[in-house]
């Protein structure tokens, strides 16, 4: 971490926060590698370490762009 830079990632979680909730890598804004940054993670509920957060197949930016939910199994986006 930069220890001039209260958020090393510019995730808006501070390094502080990510250390200590543990959930996620203050160096990486994106500790999941899903496209959704951690921030936004925590914001909607879904695990920043786990890029699919319900296990059924679709990470969660995917889920999330098609309007589907990504903390429910049965939801998923609708295939073309």
């Known amino acids: ?8 990632d510019n995730d808006n979680l501070s ?5 200590t909730w543990g959930k996620s890598d ?18 909607k509920d879904t695990n ?3 890029p699919d957060s319900d ?3 679709w990470l969660d930016k995917a889920e999330i762009d ?3 939910d990504p903390k429910n199994h049965s ?5 073309p």
């Open 15 to 19: 390094d502080s926060q990510e250390v």
């Open 26 to 43: 203050p160096c990486d804004p994106d500790t999941d590698n899903d496209g959704l940054n951690d921030f936004y993670e925590i914001l």
């Open 55 to 57: 296990g059924d197949g």
């Open 66 to 68: 098609a309007r589907s």
């Open 48 to 50: 920043p370490q786990v």
């Open 75 to 79: 939801s998923t986006p609708k295939n």
């Open 1 to 8: 971490t930069d220890p001039s830079d209260p958020d090393t």
